[in-house]
Each structure stands twice: as C-alpha cells, then as structure tokens.
C-alpha cells in the first residue's frame, strides 16, 4: 500500500492515510481466508421449502386484497410510510455513462427514472394528503453527479426535507492470489461499492434511520433503480406487510424457468432466507410438486418493505450482514507503477446483499406479483435478448394500455401511450378520469 509513498505530495498521502486508516484489516484479512459456502447452499436448497407466501391465484389468502388495500391507505394516511431508493448504478451497460437513475426511459415523455420514481411519491403523497420522505442511495461513483442532477431538476417538485440523498460505503479488492490490496493509483487504493446490502450501514451512518423514528415513520418501501414499473408505496403491498406483522416482506413472481436469473426466496430449517441463482443447484432447481410445478417458484424481484424498527434492532449489530466474496478483473497498477489490465478474473470483490437481513426477521412474508405490471428492469443494451429500455418501454405501454381498457376506453395495440404517476397511479385512479367508451386513437402522454 505504502509502495509510492515516497512519490506522493501532502494531499495525496493525506488520502491514503485516510483510506488506509478505515481498512478493517482484520476482517478483510478473514474474508479473504473464509471457505466458500456453495456446499452448504447447494445442501440448503435440497431441502428448501416454498416461503410463506401470499399467490395470486390462491382462494385460502389470510387477507383479502380489498383489507390490504384498506389497510395500506389507512398506513399511508397516518404518515407511516417513506421509500428507499437504490440507485448506485452507472448505467455503463445500457451505452449511458452516467447514474443510471438519470436515464430517460419514458417511451413518449423521455421522463428520467429518477423523475418516474418521484412522481410516485408526489403521487401517493397528493392522494393520502401527507407527506412522504424519499431516501436515495448512491454509491461514490454516482453520488455528486446525482445530487447535481436532482438540484437542477428541483428533485422533481418533491420538498428538500423529503429528499436525502445518502453514499453507500466501499471495500476494498483483494488480489485472488496473494490477498494484497490492489492500488487503482499510486495514491489511491482500489475500492467499490459494498453492496445493496450497505444500505443498513449507510442509513444509520448518515443519520438517516434515525430521522426516520423521529419522524414516527414505521414502514420502509424499498426499490432499485433499474425498474420503472416498481409498485412505489402501493397499498395493497403495504397492507399485507402491516396486517402480517411481517418485519421484512418481498414482493415476488413465479419464475418461468428453473434456472432464471433471480434470488430464490425459500423457506429452510425453521427460517426464510433467499439463494441466489448463481449458488442454486440445478438439480435443486428443477425440482417439481406433484402438479409439475416448480418447488422453488419465489423469484425476488428487489422490491421490499421493512419495518423500520426492524431496522434499527439490526443496524445495531455491526455484522448483522455478511460479506459475500465475488471474483472479477480489477485494473491495478503493479509495483512499478504501471497499470494493469487484467483479461480474466483477478480479484476478490466483497459485498454484502440486503435480503441477508431475511433471517433476521421475527416474521417475514412474501407476496406474489405478476411481472407485466411490476417488473420490467433495464439492464442490458440495445440488441439484448432481455432487459433491455425498448422492451422496458413496450412493457410500460403494454401496462397502460390495459389500465385504459380497464377503464373502459377502447385502444388498439399499434397505439403508443404512457402514463405519468401524477395522472394516475393505477387502473383504479384512471377510471375515475376516463370517460367509458373513450377512444384514444393517436399516440398520448397522460400527465
């Protein structure tokens, strides 16, 4: 770490005194020696169960969709509820260097994910006649340029004290080989994001979870940034999640597919907790029920509540989230000071995932979504089999068309529209704005 010392000026060892002094070397040093758990996932999946669940199709629900609704609305009245947005992603694989969040994926209105997310929030804040605090959380590599960007947009018309902004922390690279610490310069040591799972650190860190108690906030709506379709502070999620008692609750779909890309929500040895893809056998994964469905159905779609007392009971613990080991090319500089760029794998990423907080859990729930009205992430770039904004963007009018027919106007497939938050947050909003029997025969933005 020390190897250019001699060629640094005072500002530049003042950084790396600094970066150095919050190493752990301790614990770096022991995720670095730990032996990888896939064996004991791989015997954790063979004897997973299906989590207790809420499905859509199921007639034997303990609550109603209509109480849940009920019950959400009278939580959102009552001032109880704030949202999380995770939004440390550059959009690099989308050709888009910049935070992901700035991304302007609306089909017709070019509206930026940031704006889609906090039109939700004004929205459900307009409708219930409170307010409702948004925290959004950065990683280094995003932080200035998104506070930049939400000042000059006037954070979308939300209220200053219900907009915070929050940095997620970092760990550092590992050479896979030796466990040295990797230099990104000769001042600088290598560094990245810590994970979703940084959240809990970063809320208490800034002082953001404490605000939330203060402010009586009792429930905490999380989501991504990638996924414009997110149910942001639906009350009938909400419902379910306060009429439950459930301290961590995960809006879910049925996979299509035994191997699909998704964390898998499973109930285990007296626990719920969620493997993911990469660390889930196949034969655990194609496992069938006597209906030929699949054992292993729940796939997370990162959309989450927690009780935000929950929280802090957690936030207490400083390793109440593990770190989880990731093999990747890091760019370094050598000991002669040269740059290195690696063609495969060289370095042990560490990071922590937010539903390790899922055993945590005294009680926890998950609630069965369908995908063509939650779930539409952008990930990838034009020309991708999946996840990519034009397939986002179909999904998003393919959505709204269904909320117009469902109030009982008439549109064809070939007809382009999109729907603002602010206009309507839902089928049930827009009918009480369309006349039946309208016919929208042109390409519309409703806002």
């Given at each position: 770490?020390?190897?250019?010392?001699?060629?640094?000026?005072?500002?530049?060892?003042?950084?790396?005194?600094?970066?150095?002094?919050?190493?752990?070397?301790?614990?770096?040093?022991?995720?670095?020696?730990?032996?990888?758990?896939?064996?004991?996932?791989?015997?954790?999946?063979?004897?997973?169960?299906?989590?207790?669940?809420?499905?859509?199709?199921?007639?034997?629900?303990?609550?109603?969709?209509?109480?849940?609704?009920?019950?959400?609305?009278?939580?959102?009245?009552?001032?109880?509820?704030?949202?999380?947005?995770?939004?440390?992603?550059?959009?690099?694989?989308?050709?888009?260097?910049?935070?992901?969040?700035?991304?302007?994926?609306?089909?017709?209105?070019?509206?930026?994910?940031?704006?889609?997310?906090?039109?939700?929030?004004?929205?459900?804040?307009?409708?219930?006649?409170?307010?409702?605090?948004?925290?959004?959380?950065?990683?280094?590599?995003?932080?200035?340029?998104?506070?930049?960007?939400?000042?000059?947009?006037?954070?979308?018309?939300?209220?200053?004290?219900?907009?915070?902004?929050?940095?997620?922390?970092?760990?550092?690279?590992?050479?896979?080989?030796?466990?040295?610490?990797?230099?990104?310069?000769?001042?600088?040591?290598?560094?990245?994001?810590?994970?979703?799972?940084?959240?809990?650190?970063?809320?208490?860190?800034?002082?953001?979870?404490?605000?939330?108690?203060?402010?009586?906030?009792?429930?905490?709506?999380?989501?991504?940034?990638?996924?414009?379709?997110?149910?942001?502070?639906?009350?009938?999620?909400?419902?379910?999640?306060?009429?439950?008692?459930?301290?961590?609750?995960?809006?879910?779909?049925?996979?299509?597919?035994?191997?699909?890309?998704?964390?898998?929500?499973?109930?285990?040895?007296?626990?719920?907790?969620?493997?993911?893809?990469?660390?889930?056998?196949?034969?655990?994964?194609?496992?069938?029920?006597?209906?030929?469905?699949?054992?292993?159905?729940?796939?997370?779609?990162?959309?989450?509540?927690?009780?935000?007392?929950?929280?802090?009971?957690?936030?207490?613990?400083?390793?109440?989230?593990?770190?989880?080991?990731?093999?990747?090319?890091?760019?370094?500089?050598?000991?002669?000071?040269?740059?290195?760029?690696?063609?495969?794998?060289?370095?042990?990423?560490?990071?922590?995932?937010?539903?390790?907080?899922?055993?945590?859990?005294?009680?926890?729930?998950?609630?069965?979504?369908?995908?063509?009205?939650?779930?539409?992430?952008?990930?990838n770039a034009p020309g991708s089999a999946n996840d990519t904004a034009e397939i986002t963007q179909q999904m998003m009018m393919a959505l709204h068309?269904?909320?117009?027919?469902?109030?009982?106007?008439?549109?064809?497939?070939?007809?382009?529209?999109?729907?603002?938050?602010?206009?309507?947050?839902?089928?049930?909003?827009?009918?009480?704005?369309?006349?039946?029997?309208?016919?929208?025969?042109?390409?519309?933005?409703?806002?």
């Amino acid at each position: 770490m020390l190897d250019f010392w001699d060629q640094l000026d005072a500002e530049q060892r003042a950084e790396l005194a600094g970066q150095i002094e919050s190493l752990d070397l301790d614990l770096i040093g022991q995720l670095y020696r730990q032996v990888g758990e896939a064996g004991d996932l791989a015997a954790l999946a063979m004897r997973a169960e299906p989590p207790p669940a809420i499905r859509l199709a199921a007639t034997d629900r303990p609550f109603s969709a209509e109480e849940a609704r009920a019950c959400g609305e009278q939580e959102l009245g009552a001032g109880h509820v704030a949202a999380v947005l995770v939004a440390g992603g550059q959009g690099t694989r989308l050709g888009f260097p910049h935070p992901k969040g700035i991304y302007p994926i609306g089909p017709l209105s070019g509206a930026t994910l940031f704006q889609i997310f906090v039109e939700h929030i004004r929205a459900a804040a307009e409708t219930y006649g409170v307010s409702i605090p948004m925290y959004v959380m950065t990683s280094p590599a995003t932080d200035a340029a998104t506070r930049e960007f939400l000042d000059q947009h006037q954070r979308y018309g939300l209220e200053p004290n219900d907009l915070t902004v929050f940095c997620q922390g970092t760990m550092p690279a590992v050479d896979a080989e030796t466990g040295r610490l990797l230099l990104a310069e000769r001042g600088s040591l290598f560094a990245s994001p810590d994970g979703h799972g940084g959240m809990l650190a970063a809320l208490r860190r800034s002082g953001a979870l404490d605000e939330m108690q203060h402010r009586g906030l009792k429930h905490l709506f999380y989501f991504q940034v990638d996924n414009p379709l997110a149910t942001v502070c639906d009350a009938e999620f909400i419902g379910y999640h306060a009429l439950t008692k459930s301290e961590y609750t995960l809006q879910v779909v049925a996979k299509q597919s035994p191997t699909e890309k998704v964390g898998n929500v499973v109930h285990v040895d007296g626990t719920n907790r969620v493997i993911e893809y990469s660390d889930l056998p196949r034969e655990a994964a194609e496992r069938r029920n006597d209906d030929g469905s699949l054992a292993i159905w729940a796939g997370s779609i990162a959309v989450h509540a927690f009780d935000v007392q929950f929280l802090a009971r957690v936030a207490a613990e400083s390793m109440s989230l593990p770190f989880h080991r990731a093999l990747k090319q890091v760019a370094h500089i050598d000991a002669q000071g040269q740059t290195v760029q690696p063609d495969q794998p060289n370095a042990i990423k560490f990071e922590r995932f937010i539903f390790d907080l899922l055993p945590l859990a005294r009680r926890s729930i998950s609630v069965e979504v369908d995908p063509r009205q939650a779930f539409a992430p952008v990930k990838n770039a034009p020309g991708s089999a999946n996840d990519t904004a034009e397939i986002t963007q179909q999904m998003m009018m393919a959505l709204h068309r269904q909320w117009l027919r469902d109030a009982g106007a008439k549109v064809d497939d070939d007809v382009q529209v999109e729907i603002s938050p602010l206009y309507a947050m839902n089928s049930r909003q827009l009918a009480t704005k369309i006349k039946p029997g309208s016919e929208i025969t042109t390409d519309t933005y409703f806002r």
